[in-house]
């Protein structure tokens, strides 16, 4: 059985490259981690990846100065890897065209709040966990959904609850939302290539 091929795209810390990564180990996965491409050359997510053994690319403004020519390596680097499935988790730039259109409908992020409320341009990091805190809500949680060319505005395709807890801080908010990201990230995938033609090949 061949397992369906999954890109990360990833900035930052890189804990849910690693959830995903530990789950794809496992013997009933059905998704195995083909390529890691970060932005940040010194991220844990791209460090994590390396020692690992897991093919990783630093492509970046800096790797690419040409926003264009970025896009097409980033795309062609995909392709090449076989990736059936682009997962962007943490990945702080946006995706460009060429790789949207090659991509189409197989882009997913992970977001950590239950979208549609608290997404959106500049919601990323803590400024969500305080946006939840600041409107009383009183479940948070992460969601994963479909990857368009607005930030956060793809259809939703699965979300995970979490109470918001009165004495509740941004850091102990984003802990517990954190851990959930770990948990629904992964079955969100193995649901995908459980489901996906491009895991028989
Ligand atoms: C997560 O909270 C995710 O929801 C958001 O960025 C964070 C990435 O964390 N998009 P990590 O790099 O996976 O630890």
């Given amino acids: 059985m061949s397992r369906l091929r999954v890109a990360v795209l990833a900035s930052g810390n890189g804990s849910n490259l690693r959830a995903l990564h530990g789950a794809s180990l496992e013997e009933e996965a059905r998704f ?22 897991i093919p990783a690319a630093h492509m970046s403004g800096r790797t690419h100065p040409d926003p264009e020519e970025l896009d097409e390596a980033m795309r062609a680097t995909l392709v090449a890897h076989d990736t059936a499935l682009v997962v962007t988790a943490g990945y702080m730039k946006k995706l460009g065209p060429r790789v949207r259109e090659e991509f189409g409908g197989r882009i997913i992020n992970i977001h950590p709040a239950l979208l549609p409320r608290h997404g959106g341009q500049g919601m990323y990091g803590k400024a969500v966990h305080e946006a939840v805190l600041a409107a009383g809500d009183a479940v948070s949680g992460p969601t994963v959904h479909f990857v368009t060319e607005e930030y956060d505005m793809g259809a939703v395709i699965a979300r995970s609850e979490v109470p918001v807890l009165p004495d509740d801080t ?22 995908i290539a459980t489901r996906d033609p491009a895991a028989d090949r």
Avoid at 32 to 53: F, H, M
Avoid at 180 to 190: D, I, K, R, S, T
């Fill in 170 to 191: 941004v850091d102990s908010l984003a802990e517990r939302v954190l851990a959930a990201e770990h948990l629904l990230l992964p079955a969100v995938v193995q649901i």
């Fill in 32 to 53: 195995a981690i083909a390529l890691v491409i970060g932005n940040n050359s010194g991220s844990g997510a791209l460090a994590y990846a390396r020692e690992a053994g």
